[in-house]
T-cell receptor
């Protein structure tokens, strides 16, 4: 089993839609979690950290469920510019473990 | 402009040749990392460095060598390139280890081994 698993997608959604991605992780000792965004043929960039209490940054909401060992990312009011691959990242023994990513395509 | 740069951006080489990928950062970050990204695997850590002259293996170190004589540079060498090393290589840097600080990635090097 991979340490971090994501649905690869693609998720094809119209502008204005709400879309949610989930990610599961295997190391119950992990303490820190992140979502990175990666545009096609570009480097990954930090989108947001994921806190136990859940956190929101504009149209983006991240949540953590430790009991079930999954992380979610909700994007509201999708924009064309949200089209990218979203990487779930989990800290494990002081290193970052990256999921393979979920591809989002927002269409007009 | 300050940041993290990689060179070359694209490289085609042949099996058995030695290749060195360069990474340079201007933030004086202590930590530097090398990842490779392949379809179906996500980003995998090759080597990392906590400071000059301190390096350690990541998940997939075989076939690679690193050095860090200066804080700002972290070259990755493929001593005898193989086709399985065809990949996109990303360098990253951070002030602190693991999840304590954001990792900033360079633009990547696309390496093809024929």
């Amino acid at each position: 089993r991979k340490e971090v698993e994501q649905d690869p997608g693609p998720f094809n959604v119209p502008e204005g839609a709400t879309v949610a991605f989930n990610c599961t992780y295997s190391n119950s000792a992990s303490q820190s979690f992140f979502w990175y965004r990666q545009d096609c043929r570009k480097e990954p960039k930090l989108l947001m950290s994921v806190y136990s209490s859940g956190n929101e940054d504009g149209r983006f909401t991240a949540q953590l469920n430790r009991a079930s060992q999954y992380i979610s990312l909700l994007i509201r009011d999708s924009k064309l510019s949200d089209s990218a691959t979203y990487l779930c990242v989990v800290e494990s023994t002081d290193k970052l473990i990256f999921g393979t990513g979920t591809r989002l395509q927002v269409f007009p | 402009d300050a940041g993290i740069t990689q060179s070359p951006r694209y490289k085609i080489t042949e099996t058995g040749r030695q290749v060195t990928l360069m990474c340079h950062q201007t933030w004086s970050h202590s930590y530097m990392f090398w990842y490779r990204q392949d379809l179906g695997h996500g980003l995998r850590l090759i080597y990392y460095s906590a400071a000059a002259d301190i390096t350690d293996k990541g998940e997939v170190p075989d076939g690679y060598v690193v050095s860090r004589s200066k804080t700002e540079n972290f070259p990755l060498t493929l001593e005898s390139a193989t086709r399985s090393q065809t990949s996109v290589y990303f360098c990253a840097s951070a002030r602190l280890a693991g999840a304590q600080d954001t990792q900033y990635f360079g633009p990547g090097t696309r390496l093809t081994v024929l």
